[in-house]
């Protein structure tokens, strides 16, 4: 009779250690969506400044920069070979829905003009992501904090049940 206790107690430890291990992969994925969208603010400043002195093309200056996001540089690496809006249609982006509507319609402008209208493009998008950037911030805390408190909720509920 007391092995039962001693499997429940096991199946119990088990369920909490992959409630921790799911709260901490959320924390890398919000750390992961903040890191990607300062990524691409820099790509964006990159792009600016490329366009502001030399003419390369858009493939070129995106296929020449250097990320420093791993999440990121798959889709820079797929953007330089096609096109900026082609890579932002795949699946599996690390950004978050709204990263991503700014990125978008970035790359919906980005290289239709003269050369002065794209480098303000280029620093209001920026700004843009900055403004975003200071939001995903502010909100990282409590983001985190709702994620763990229902990580919690649901593997403890669990381990009441089976207990």
Same mark, same amino acid.
């Given at each position: ?5 001693? =499997?429940?107690?096991?199946? %119990? /430890?088990?369920?909490?250690? *992959?409630?921790?291990? &799911? *709260? ?12 990607? /969208?300062?990524? %691409?603010?820099?790509?964006?400043? =990159? &792009? ?13 200056? &995106?296929?020449? =920069?250097?990320?420093?996001?791993? /999440? @990121?540089?798959? $889709? ?37 003009? =003269? ?14 992501? /900055? ?7 502010? *909100? ?8 763990? @408190?229902?990580? $919690? ?6 381990? &009441?049940?089976?207990?």
């Amino acid at each position: 009779m007391n092995l039962i206790y001693v =499997y429940k107690a096991v199946g %119990a /430890a088990l369920l909490i250690f *992959s409630g921790v291990y &799911i *709260s901490l992969g959320y924390a890398r994925a919000v750390a992961r969506e903040i890191d990607a /969208a300062k990524d %691409a603010e820099r790509l964006i400043r =990159y &792009i600016g400044e490329c366009i502001a002195y030399r003419g390369d093309s858009i493939s070129d200056i &995106i296929g020449s =920069y250097v990320s420093s996001c791993e /999440a @990121a540089r798959a $889709v820079w690496q797929r953007a330089g070979e096609t096109s900026l809006s082609e890579a932002l249609s795949g699946d599996s982006l690390p950004f978050d829905p709204e990263t991503h509507r700014i990125i978008s319609e970035f790359s919906a402008s980005v290289g239709r003009g =003269y050369r002065e209208p794209q480098i303000e493009l280029c620093r209001s998008t920026a700004a843009k992501l /900055a403004s975003r950037i200071g939001e995903l911030e502010a *909100s990282k805390k409590d983001r985190l904090r709702v994620g763990s @408190a229902i990580c $919690v909720f649901i593997f403890l509920s669990l381990v &009441i049940m089976l207990i």
